[in-house]
Each structure stands twice: as structure tokens, then as C-alpha cells.
């Protein structure tokens, strides 16, 4: 979050939200799901201490006055370790667990769940929500809640187009962050063609703030702190063996913020 936040990294962009929106997404989503007490889980990664500790406030600013803090703790790679977390998490009494860190620690965390017989709903960050977090954990993973950049509705044909070129050409099915990685690519491509130099570093900027790319998750125009305007985080749930939309769970997005010298103009393939 810090890396647009701050404002400290001028000549930085994304396309994926930042992580403070994952979080309070799914602390939202703990929160009307109705549970009691949300452990917060983390694979000892520094993307997953750091987003845990994002999730800690989360869920914090949406606690009851007085209300304990939520268990917080990290897990090794050992099965020895999961087992300690678990025996921890049944002592708790916690109704949902938040996993911050990647698919394959999650798919561990849903199939010892399933084998101590422990119920807490897991809920997951973005880098479960992955299809190897399914193949992995098997029928541990139905249920499951995660987070993942949305796909705005006037892109669905832009990302369609998209996924099936590259399932065509690679005969594979893309990975996750594919239609991120491809807007960044192209929104770029755009900003540099559109300035006629892949150089000048100030014009590339200017068009990427102020000229909207034609891109895989559709008009791509860059907020004054490098943020992708709209970019939000949706729900989805495992289900049958596929992740699907969260009905009702609704968006995290940031409010509009300037994008300086913007034009409706569009630029790029």
C-alpha cells in the first residue's frame, strides 16, 4: 500500500488494487457473515506478515468496543507447525479464519481445518485465490471466501478477449494475475506510443495519467498517486471445484481521486 500511499514513488503504477482494500473487504465480510472472532493467520512471508498486520486493524476498526484482540500468529512450513496453529485456533474459540499469505499454505490450512475437525469459515487474500489453492487442498477448499482484483463490467469484453487469446497462443489457461499483468503492459505500451519516445519518462507519465489505454480490464487511467482509477477487490467462494462470484458481497475501491489532466481521449490497440 505504501508504494502509492506514501507518495514517495513518483514514477510508480499499478494495476492491482492496493492491499489496504483486500483487507477491509475482508473484514467487512467477517463482519456481516456474522461471525464472533476472526483469527488472522500468516504464512512468514513479508507480503503475508505485512498483510496480516493490515488485517489486524481492519478487523479492529469493526470490533465491538472492549473486544479482545483477534489471534494473530504466524505459521512455518512444517506440518508440525500447522498442527500447533490449529491446536491454538481450537483453544480460541474462533469462528473464522483470515489466511494472509499465498495458495499453498492456505490449501495446508484448509485441509488440517478439515482433519481436526475444526469449523471456522477460512476466508483468504488474493493470493489464494488461485485455482492451485483448489487442486491442493481438494474438498477442504469448498466454501472458502477470497479476494481478487474485480473486472469492471464495461471490461468483460476487453478480459474475455483476452483470457481466450492467450489460452489459444499458449494453450494453457492463464494464471491470476493475468489481466492485471496484460493492462499494465499495455497501458504502458499505450502511454509510450502516445509520447512518442520510450524514454522521456515525463511525457510517458502525462499520458498515463491524463490519456485512458485501451486495456484487458478496460480504459486504464492512472489516479495522480499511480493508482489504476477503479481498480477494486470482489468476492468470490469455492465452489464445485471453481472459485465463483460472492453474491451480494458488493466492492472495496478507493474514492475517485485526481488524475491530473485527464481526457476521454483513448489510446492504444
Not at 468496543?65 to 483477534?70: D, R, S
Not at 466454501?143 to 489460452?167: K, R, W
Not at 486504464?220 to 467462494?237: E, I, Q
Request: hydrophobic residues 45%.
Amino acid at each position: 500500500s505504501d508504494l502509492t500511499e506514501s507518495g514517495e514513488n513518483p514514477n510508480f503504477f499499478r494495476t492491482i488494487p492496493r492491499d489496504g482494500l483486500q483487507t477491509e473487504l475482508l473484514a467487512r465480510l467477517v463482519r456481516e457473515g456474522g461471525f464472533r472472532s476472526a483469527a488472522v493467520l500468516h504464512d512468514q512471508t513479508d507480503y503475508g506478515e505485512t498483510l496480516a498486520l493490515l488485517m489486524e486493524e481492519a478487523l479492529a476498526r469493526d470490533a465491538a468496543p472492549g473486544a479482545a484482540a483477534p489471534l494473530s500468529v504466524g505459521v512455518g512450513p512444517e506440518r508440525g507447525d500447522m498442527d500447533a496453529v490449529a491446536a491454538r485456533l481450537k483453544a480460541s474459540g474462533a469462528d473464522a479464519v483470515v489466511w494472509c499469505g499465498y495458495f499453498n499454505g492456505a490449501a495446508r490450512l484448509a485441509a488440517t481445518l478439515r482433519e481436526r475437525g475444526i469449523r471456522a469459515a477460512l476466508f483468504g487474500a488474493e493470493a489464494v485465490a488461485d485455482d492451485r489453492f483448489i487442486d491442493l487442498a481438494g474438498e477442504a477448499a469448498e466454501g472458502a471466501v477470497v479476494v481478487m482484483p474485480a473486472v469492471p463490467p464495461v471490461a468483460a469484453g476487453a478480459a474475455a478477449e483476452a483470457l481466450e487469446g492467450h489460452a489459444r497462443v499458449r494453450r494453457e489457461e492463464p494464471g491470476p494475475y493475468f489481466l492485471t499483468s496484460a493492462a499494465a503492459v499495455q497501458a504502458l505500451l499505450a502511454a509510450a506510443e502516445g509520447a512518442g519516445s520510450a524514454d522521456d519518462l515525463d511525457l510517458i507519465k502525462a499520458r498515463l495519467t491524463g490519456t485512458e489505454a485501451r486495456t484487458a480490464l478496460g480504459p486504464a487511467l492512472f489516479d495522480s498517486k499511480g493508482d489504476l482509477a477503479g481498480a477494486a477487490f470482489a468476492a468470490y467462494v469455492a465452489k464445485g471445484g471453481r472459485f465463483e462470484p460472492l453474491e451480494g458481497a458488493g466492492l472495496a475501491a478507493d474514492p475517485p481521486r485526481e488524475a491530473p489532466g485527464a481526457s476521454g481521449a483513448a489510446a492504444g490497440p
